[in-house]
Every structure is written in C-alpha cells, then in structure tokens.
C-alpha cells in the first residue's frame, strides 16, 4: 500500500507565494516520477510540473513556468512545488501523482493517467 499527502495549501494574495509537499509512505519502490496536477470547479484535472525519478528532467505546463519550482529529496520521500507570483487563475486543488520508475531513469509525464497513487489533495485560493 504507498499513501500519498499533500500539504501547504491556504489562502494567498496576488502575487503571494506558497510552498506545497508531498510525501509518499508505505510501499517503497527503487524509484518513482512525481506529478503535480490541478483541478478547479467545473474544470478538467490539469497538469502542472512533474519531476523524474532523480529529480534530473523536468516538464513544465507554460502556465506556471518561471513562476513554480519542483524539487524532490528522495532521503525524505517528498517533493516540493514552491509557487511564486500566484495569480487567481492559479486557485485550485493540487494533486500529487506518482509513479514507479526506475531510479536512473529520466522519466516524466504530462498526463495523469500515467500516475498510479494520487493524495486527498490541498487548497490553493489566491485571492485579487
């Protein structure tokens, strides 16, 4: 069994920034890509960053580039999204997905279907 949390959501202004994690506990593999991915009401789940197993390759959505970070520390099971300049727009659930890959792999994915143990979510409102 592999449980996914995510933390660090709240209440920002425009322009504000926030730092979100996510660890995964329980099953443990050789390695695995991490995906963040949101959702907002009446929307379709999006993706937002995702990291390879090393945390060597990333992807980006244009949305968010130079405005969100992704990092991992494979030591602590975590990884990071800190989120700068937030904007409205920005305002939704963020879900972390994972996905077993080989360590040295340079693996990533835009897609969500390609994850397969998601978190509850958390709460990203960024007000005007």
């Known amino acids: 069994q592999v449980q996914v949390v995510e933390s660090g959501g709240g209440l920002v202004q425009a322009g504000g920034s926030l730092r979100l994690s996510c660890i995964v506990s329980?099953?443990?593999?050789?390695?695995?890509?991490m995906g963040w991915f949101r959702q907002s009401p009446g929307k379709e789940r999006e993706f937002v960053v995702s990291?390879?197993?090393?945390?060597?390759?990333?992807d980006y959505a244009d949305s968010v580039k130079g405005r969100f970070t992704i990092s991992r520390d494979n030591a602590k099971n975590t990884a990071y999204l800190q989120m700068n300049n937030l904007k409205p727009e920005d305002t939704a659930v963020y879900y972390c997905?994972?996905?077993?890959?080989?360590?040295?792999?340079?693996?990533?994915?835009?897609?969500?279907?390609?994850?397969?143990?998601w978190g509850q979510g958390t709460q990203v409102t960024v007000s005007s």
């Open positions: 997905g994972v996905r077993p890959a080989p360590y040295g792999s340079s693996y990533t994915s835009t897609q969500s279907v390609d994850y397969r143990y």
């Open positions: 329980g099953r443990t593999f050789s390695g695995y890509a």
């Open positions: 990291i390879s197993p090393s945390g060597g390759s990333t």
